[in-house]
C-alpha cells in the first residue's frame, strides 16, 4: 500500500474508535509529558550552573602571561622556549592568539590600584577595565543597577556594591545575612553622580607635559616614541556612575578584585602606570603583564592552551571542575530521564492493550482485507501507522504538556527568587533538540508497542478471521 | 466451452485435526476448470465446498495434492505471493458480503485498488463505473448498514471484480437473500461470466439456481467429488426453471 493509503486507513480506524484511543494517546502525552518536564529540569538546571560558572570566567577563560616574567616561577616545566626567548607579549601576539581557532578575543588585564574621589572624599580601590563583550556574556551585569557602558571607550563607571556602600558611607553588614542592603536603593543616590579617578600616567619620556589634564579621555600627543624611556604624569579622569553591580564581575582575579570597573578601552587609552612597570606604555607596540583570553565553547580550553603554549607563553586555565560538573549533570539527567520514562513505558503497555484490542475488534476486517489481496506487510503496516499516530499525537501534546509544566514552575520560581532578591532563572529549559527527540522518542516507542500486536494480525490465518463474527 | 485451462486440482486434500479426529474436508479432489467456465459446486453442508472454495482462493493451503491457477501451483507459493494472486488473479463474493462497514460503498470497492496501489483518480473512476453497472451509483456514499442485503451483495460484486480478476469465486452469494434478490446477484454473475470471459466458481446449495446458470455442476459429498454434470442446456433450464427457484429467505430485504 502507498504511504497516503496507509495513513488515511489509519487515521480512520483511530477514527472509529475515538474514545479508547484518545485514552491511550492521552496515556503517551502525560508519559512524554514527565519525561520532557524531568529531562529539561536537568537540562536547565545543567544551563543554570554552567552559565553561571563560564560568565564567571572560571572555565572559558584562559589566562596567558609572558615567560619572561621572572615571576612567573609556575610554568617553568611548560613546553615551548626557556623564558629568556620566549616572545614578548605584545599587541602583534595579542592578535596572533585572537587568530586561534575557538578563540573569541583576547583582551589586556589592566587593573590598578588608585584614589577616586567621590563628593570631595578620597577614596582607595583597585580599578580593573572591562571588555565591552562582558556586557552579554558576563552576568555579574545581569541583575545591575543602572546600565553598562554606553560606548567602548565612555568615560563611565560601575561599581561593586561594596564600594557603592563605602562612597555613601555605610558599613557592609556579615556575609551570611542574605537581607542586607537592597542594591536598587544603593544605586538610587550614585547613579549619574561623577566622581574623579586620579592617576598616574606613563608617558614616552621626554616630551609629556607635567601640568594634569583634567578630562583627558584619550591618549593625547605623546611626542617622540621610545618604549625604554618614559616619565609617569600626575592626572585626573571624570567618570559618570553608570552601574551598581551585585556580583563581583571579576571574580577569577580572586588576589586583587577591583571594586571599580571602567571600559576595557577607555583603561588602555588612560596609559595608566601599573605597579608592574610593563604594560599600558605609550609606545607603539605596548606590552602586557596578562591577556584573558575568551574560549568559544570550554571544551576547546585545553586545545587553545596548547596553542598559546606553544607560541611560547605561559598559560593557564581551570578545565577539570567543567568536566566534573558535566560528569554530575550526565548522571542527573540519566536519573531524571529514567524517572521520566516509567509514566512512558506505562503508556506503551496502554499502545499493546489498545492494538491487541483493535485486533479481536477487527479480527474479521483483517480477514476481509486479506481475501481483497491485502499482504502481511500491508496489515502489519496499518497496525504501525495507528500506532505510530498515536505516538505522534501523544508526543506533541505531551511536549505542549511538560513545556506548560514547566513555564508555570519557572514562573513560581521567579517569583520566588525574586522575594530572595535574585536575579530571575531559566531553570526549566526545553530546547528544541528536545522536543524533537521526545517526539521522535515518542514515536519510537508506540511503534515498538505496536510490534507485537502488527505483527499478530499480519499473521493472522484469513479463513478463521473470516469465520469470525 | 472454451479449451485453456483456468483450474486444476489434483488429488487435492485439505484435513484437519480436531482433538482426537481428523476431519477430511477436501479429500482426494482432481477436477480441471476451462477459463470462462461457469461452475457450480453443490453439497450438503460440510460436504467440503467452502474448503475447496478457500484452497482456489489461495486463502488456504492444501495438506496434500496441488492447485494450479493460471499455471501456478498455489501451494508452492509464499505469503506473500498468495497475497499478490488474490489480488489480481482472484475476485471473492461472500454469503455475508463482507463489507467493511465503517466504510462507505465506494471506499469498499476501491478498497483492492489501494492494496494494488492504484492511483487515487484512477480506481475512483473504476469504483463509480462498476457501481453504475451494478446500479449503485446513488448510493456511493452510504454506509453498508444503510443497504439491503442486496445492494451490499452488489456491491460486494463490483469490489470483487475491480482489479479485473480471471477467476470469481462465490460462497454462497445468495444464501443471506430472498429469491427475487438471489435471482438479480445470479443475473449479475451470469452476465459479467458472459461479457468478461471470466471463469466463475460458486458454491452453492441452491440446486436450481445452479442448474439454471452454471454450465458445470460439481457435487461433494464428504470431502470427494461424487459427480461431475455438465449443463448444456443452461439457456434452456434458465428460461424453464426459473419459476423452481426455491431460495429460503434468510434475510429479509429493505426496500
Known amino acids: 500500500m502507498k504511504f497516503y493509503d496507509v495513513t488515511d486507513l489509519a487515521v480512520r480506524n483511530l477514527r472509529e474508535s475515538v474514545f479508547r484511543n484518545s485514552l491511550t494517546t492521552i496515556g503517551i502525552s502525560v508519559g512524554v509529558a514527565s519525561l ?36 612567573n616561577f609556575r610554568e617553568q616545566r611548560e613546553d615551548g622556549p626557556p623564558p629568556a626567548e620566549s616572545p614578548a607579549l605584545d599587541e602583534p601576539a595579542r592578535r596572533k592568539i585572537e587568530q586561534i581557532p575557538g578563540v573569541v578575543e583576547a583582551y589586556p588585564d589592566i587593573r590598578f590600584v588608585t584614589e577616586v574621589r567621590f563628593e570631595d572624599k578620597p577614596h582607595l580601590t583597585t580599578v580593573a577595565g572591562v571588555p565591552f563583550s562582558a556586557k552579554t556574556n558576563n552576568d555579574a551585569f545581569d541583575g545591575m543597577q543602572g546600565s553598562f557602558f554606553s560606548s567602548e571607550a565612555a568615560p563611565e563607571v560601575i561599581l561593586q556594591k561594596s564600594f557603592a556602600e563605602e562612597l555613601l558611607g555605610i558599613k557592609p553588614k556579615p556575609a551570611a545575612s542574605n537581607t542586607d542592603t537592597n542594591i536598587a536603593e544603593l544605586a538610587k543616590p550614585l547613579l549619574g553622580k561623577e566622581l574623579t579617578m586620579r592617576y ?102 585545553p586545545a587553545v592552551e596548547g596553542a598559546i603554549k606553544k607560541m611560547g607563553f605561559s598559560a593557564f586555565s581551570i578545565v577539570d571542575a567543567t568536566r566534573s560538573m558535566r560528569q554530575f549533570f550526565a548522571v542527573l539527567d540519566g536519573f531524571l530521564a529514567i524517572f521520566g520514562s516509567l509514566a512512558l513505558a506505562v503508556a506503551s503497555i496502554g499502545i499493546v492493550n489498545t492494538l491487541v484490542m483493535a485486533i479481536l475488534e477487527r479480527r474479521r476486517e483483517i480477514g476481509i482485507m486479506k481475501a481483497l489481496g491485502a499482504s502481511d506487510a500491508d496489515v502489519r503496516g496499518l497496525f504501525f501507522a495507528e500506532a505510530g499516530a498515536m505516538g505522534l499525537v501523544g508526543g506533541a501534546v505531551g511536549v505542549t504538556l511538560g513545556w506548560a509544566i514547566g513555564r508555570l514552575i519557572n514562573f513560581g520560581m521567579n517569583i520566588y527568587l525574586e522575594r530572595q532578591h535574585f536575579p530571575p532563572a531559566e531553570i526549566w529549559s526545553v530546547p528544541l533538540w528536545l522536543v524533537l527527540s521526545a517526539i521522535v522518542f515518542s514515536i519510537a516507542v508506540s511503534l515498538l508497542s505496536g510490534l507485537y500486536p502488527a505483527f499478530r494480525a499480519a499473521r493472522l490465518d484469513p479463513v478463521q478471521a473470516l469465520r469470525y463474527e | 466451452m472454451p479449451n485453456a485451462l483456468a483450474v486444476r486440482t489434483e488429488n487435492l486434500c485439505r484435513h484437519y485435526q480436531m482433538g482426537e479426529a481428523l476431519v477430511r474436508a477436501v479429500d482426494g479432489i482432481s477436477i480441471d476448470i476451462a477459463a470462462g467456465e461457469f461452475v457450480a459446486l453443490l453439497g450438503a453442508s460440510g460436504s467440503g465446498k467452502s474448503s475447496l472454495l478457500n484452497l482456489v482462493a489461495g486463502l488456504d493451503r492444501p495438506t496434500s495434492g496441488a492447485v494450479i491457477v493460471q499455471g501456478n501451483n498455489l501451494a508452492a507459493l509464499s505469503r506473500e505471493q498468495l497475497a499478490k494472486y488474490r489480488l489480481h488473479t482472484v475476485g471473492m463474493v461472500f454469503q455475508s458480503f463482507n463489507l467493511i462497514p465503517s466504510m462507505s460503498l465506494l471506499e469498499n470497492v476501491e478498497l483492492p485498488m489501494r492494496f494494488a496501489e492504484v492511483d ?114 443452461v439457456t434452456n433450464n434458465y428460461a424453464t426453471n426459473i419459476s423452481s427457484v426455491n431460495a429460503p429467505a434468510s434475510r429479509g430485504e429493505t426496500p
Open chain 2, 120 to 233: 487515487r483518480r484512477e480506481r475512483s473512476a473504476l469504483a463509480h463505473q462498476l457501481l453504475e453497472r451494478v446500479g449503485l451509483s446513488g448510493r456511493l456514499a452510504h454506509r453498508p448498514t444503510e443497504l439491503s442485503g442486496g445492494e451490499q451483495q452488489r456491491a460486494a460484486l463490483a469490489r470483487a471484480l475491480i482489479n479485473r480478476p480471471k477467476l470469481l469465486l462465490a460462497d454462497e452469494p445468495t444464501g443471506n437473500l430472498d429469491s427475487r434478490t438471489g435471482t438479480e446477484i445470479m443475473e449479475l454473475l451470469h452476465s459479467f461470466n458472459q461479457s468478461l470471459g471470466m471463469t466463475v466458481l460458486m458454491v452453492t446449495h441452491e440446486q436450481a439456481l445452479a442448474e439454471k446458470y452454471a454450465g458445470r455442476m460439481l457435487h461433494l459429498a464428504d470431502g470427494r467429488l461424487v459427480e461431475d454434470v455438465t449443463n448444456n442446456d
Open chain 1, 36 to 71: 520532557v518536564a524531568m529531562l529539561s529540569l536537568g537540562i536547565g538546571l545543567q544551563q543554570l550552573a554552567s552559565r553561571r560558572l563560564q560568565k564567571s570566567g572560571l572555565f572559558d577563560t584562559v589566562v596567558v602571561t609572558s615567560r619572561r616574567d621572572l615571576r
Open chain 1, 200 to 301: 598616574a600616567e606613563r608617558t614616552a619620556s621626554p616630551s609629556a607635559s607635567p601640568t594634569a589634564s583634567p578630562t583627558t579621555t584619550g591618549p593625547g600627543d605623546r611626542g617622540p616614541r621610545d618604549a625604554a624611556a618614559y616619565s609617569v604624569v600626575s592626572r585626573q579622569q571624570a567618570l559618570k556612575i553608570v552601574g551598581v553591580t551585585d556580583l563581583d564581575p571579576d571574580s577569577m582575579r580572586g588576589t586583587a578584585r577591583a571594586r571599580v570597573f571602567l571600559p576595557l578601552k577607555l583603561a588602555q587609552d588612560l596609559h595608566v602606570m601599573q605597579s608592574n612597570l610593563r604594560d599600558t606604555s605609550a609606545s607603539d607596540s605596548p606590552s602586557y603583564t596578562s591577556l584573558s583570553v575568551r574560549v568559544g565553547n570550554p571544551n576547546q580550553v
